[in-house]
């Protein structure tokens, strides 16, 4: 009882000191000042009366929304006397992969600075910052020559090292459960089972009604999503976040997709916001950085060729380009495994006091980065609403894609319950897989890393982020994916090769992301 009445007050000490530094709170200041003049306000009853005055003006809601915001990113407190890399990660194997995979990432970066004789960072001359500001709407329509520049990273190689990660305090033979997972991911982490998962998503369930199922057999499927409809709009008048979140469980309706998201993830766009996109924007103009170039490779590899996306280029440039130049992301990395890179003014390498984290938001964009971008341009057409949404949505979920640790969200998570799922739902598929030299993993990791962004077609994929922010977790990412590979059995247990699996897995373009999840979780046999 002391200990979770110690960890409350520790909970309320770090959302208080969170809150202090923020917008909201000199706004609430001004509101208190503000209500002192108003007759009502006796000073007798001055709490009281404050309190009451904040209830009624909307600004009690505001700032229980932004408490629920930071319950929901930042992690439990740990041990007071822990210490701070305990926040980033728990265990030291973790950390230590971490670290070396940071080191393998930059030293990629540093050759291909070194080979192609290109700064990390220039200011650019006055003719060239007007020749960019002139074209910032239209940059996918310039060409420049990115054939000597290459992606820091793809998704395989971040495989390669997930592969081989191992725990050094585990013997070969300390445990018989974790000796017969049969998978590429040999780290001894708890993940859930069928039965843990149902209960987890309960509202998935196959007696709930959902948007994305087209047939129900206890509610006809237009009443269900009139007054799914009609109870949305109801969540967004009352602008309740944590009401959002639980609602948007069951799917979103497309019209109220964009302003759902918006709240859940408490994004108002106040002027200082925009003024603050505007200020990035400067930045960028000013400034030239190598990793504009691996962002601009990345859109073309990628986004472009893609047949939903390819139209908002312009957008994803304006988007990744002034994320690269946010200082505010820094803040993640107090609760992230990785660390953000350093670079030493010239000639004062290892000089702490010369240090600047590169990129200055301190994320390193690899093959696919822009991909998480590209399924928001459908839903905010404002460059600095969509900029601020993406940013949120990064240092909530998608961080934790491309960074090794244990947190139940993260990519080694992910894969693990995808094998296990796999292995004890799916045997005879998985080991006919296994036999084959077609690890089910080698074709799925692609999906998760980039949680199924460029894979599904997009009203099936929002159907799925919707999922995400509604549970807050990116586990459904894992369950999709041992989905998909249930869905395809028949077709997989007469494959003979890795290249037939992959064909076979090739286009998830056509697939129903509902059923799918439904189908697995609540009528597979457990």
């Known amino acids: 009882m002391l200990q979770e009445e110690s960890d409350l007050s520790l909970i309320i000490a770090q959302i208080v000191q969170k809150l202090k530094g923020s917008s909201l709170y000199a706004q609430l200041e001004r509101q208190a000042w503000a209500c002192l003049q108003r007759p009502e306000i006796r000073l007798e009853s001055l709490k009281e009366d404050i309190k009451e005055f904040f209830k009624i003006s909307g600004w009690e809601k505001k700032l229980q929304n932004a408490v629920y915001s930071e319950l929901n990113v930042y992690p439990l407190p740990s041990h007071p006397s822990a210490p701070p890399e305990h926040l980033k990660e728990p265990l030291v194997y973790m950390r230590k992969a971490q670290g070396s995979w940071e080191k393998r990432i930059l030293k990629s970066l540093n050759s291909m600075c070194t080979e192609l004789s290109i700064p990390l960072a220039r200011k650019r001359p006055v003719g060239e910052q007007k020749e960019l500001l002139n074209k910032w709407n239209e940059m996918g329509t310039d060409e420049p020559d990115l054939s000597l520049f290459r992606p820091v990273y793809a998704p395989k190689d971040f495989l390669e090292v997930l592969i081989n990660l191992r725990n050094p305090n585990y013997e070969n033979g300390d445990s018989l459960s ?161 660390s953000p890179p350093k670079s030493y003014i010239r000639g004062k390498l290892g000089l702490e006091e010369y240090a600047v984290f590169y990129p200055p938001n301190g994320v390193i964009p690899f093959h696919g980065f822009s991909m998480y971008v590209a399924p928001l341009c459908f839903l905010y057409h404002e460059p600095y609403k969509l900029y601020q949404i993406f940013r949120e949505m990064y240092v909530r979920f998608f961080f934790r894609l491309h960074s090794i640790s244990s947190h139940p969200s993260g990519i080694v998570s992910l894969c693990l319950l995808f094998e296990t799922l796999l292995q004890t739902y799916l045997p005879q598929l998985f080991y006919h897989l296994r036999e084959i030299g077609a690890q089910p993993l080698r074709i799925s990791f692609k999906w998760m890393v980039r949680a199924f962004s460029g894979y599904l077609a997009t009203d099936q994929l929002l159907l799925l982020w919707d999922r995400i922010l509604g549970y807050n977790s990116l586990e459904i990412l894992a369950v999709l994916a041992a989905a998909v590979f249930a869905f395809r059995a028949v077709n997989l247990m007469e494959v003979t090769s890795l290249a037939a699996a992959e064909a076979v897995l090739a286009d998830l373009s056509t697939l129903k992301v509902m059923p799918l999840l439904q189908i697995f979780l609540f009528a597979t046999v457990t």
């Open 178 to 338: 974790f000796r017969t997972h049969l998978g590429l991911i040999q780290v001894p982490l708890k993940v859930k089972d069928i039965p843990e998962l149902k209960e987890c998503f309960v509202e998935l369930g196959l007696n709930t009604g959902q948007l994305g199922i087209d047939d129900s057999t206890q509610v006809p499927p237009e009443l269900f999503e009139n007054e799914h409809v009609r109870i949305g709009q109801k969540v967004l008048l009352q602008q309740d976040s944590a009401a959002a979140q639980q609602y948007i469980r069951q799917g979103s309706p497309t019209a109220l997709r964009a302003e759902l998201w918006a709240l859940i993830l408490n994004i108002s766009s106040q002027p200082e916001d925009i003024l603050y996109y505007e200020q990035l924007k400067t930045n960028v103009i000013q400034h030239d950085l190598l990793v504009d170039s691996l962002i601009y490779k990345d859109v073309k590899l990628t986004a472009s060729n893609d047949d939903y996306y390819f139209v908002f280029e312009d957008y994803l440039y304006q988007v990744l380009l002034c994320f690269s130049r946010d200082t505010s992301v820094l803040g993640h990395f107090a609760y992230n495994s990785a």
